[in-house]
Nanobody, 116 residues
Framework: QVQLVEFGGGLVQAGGSLRLSCAASGSIGSINAMGWYRQAPGKQRELVAGITSSETPKYADSVKGRFTISRDNTKTMVYLQMDSLKPEDTAVYYC??????????WGQGTQVTVSS
């Protein structure tokens, strides 16, 4: 199994930046892809950004050009650099890992609030 812990949420003004971090532990070698999801009040959880084992990133259209996903060389940390934040980016952000054949793990979530 894979365990995930997120760091770095908080309150920021519109136009500002935040960097989220996610630390993975456990069966790290079985991880196929990692990503960041978010869930705003009253809305479904949505994919924000993902990165595969071959380091190919993908982004939701709403964050393209503003957010950047990356991983460190050990593949135990994944980051989400969020720039030019907007109030509509306010949500709980979750780190996710797909591992093994059907495995999926979630972090506990971290709140990001963007004030106008």
């Amino acid at each position: 199994q894979v365990q995930l812990v997120e760091f770095g949420g908080g309150l920021v003004q519109a136009g500002g930046s935040l960097r989220l971090s996610c630390a993975a532990s456990g069966s790290i070698g079985s991880i196929n892809a990692m990503g960041w999801y978010r869930q705003a009040p009253g809305k479904q959880r949505e994919l924000v950004a993902g990165i595969t084992s071959s380091e190919t990133p993908k982004y939701a259209d709403s964050v393209k050009g503003r957010f950047t996903i990356s991983r460190d060389n050990t593949k135990t940390m994944v980051y989400l650099q969020m720039d030019s934040l907007k109030p509509e980016d306010t949500a709980v952000y979750y780190c996710s890992a797909e591992w093994g054949v059907y495995g999926r793990s979630w972090g506990q979530g971290t709140q990001v609030t963007v004030s106008s």
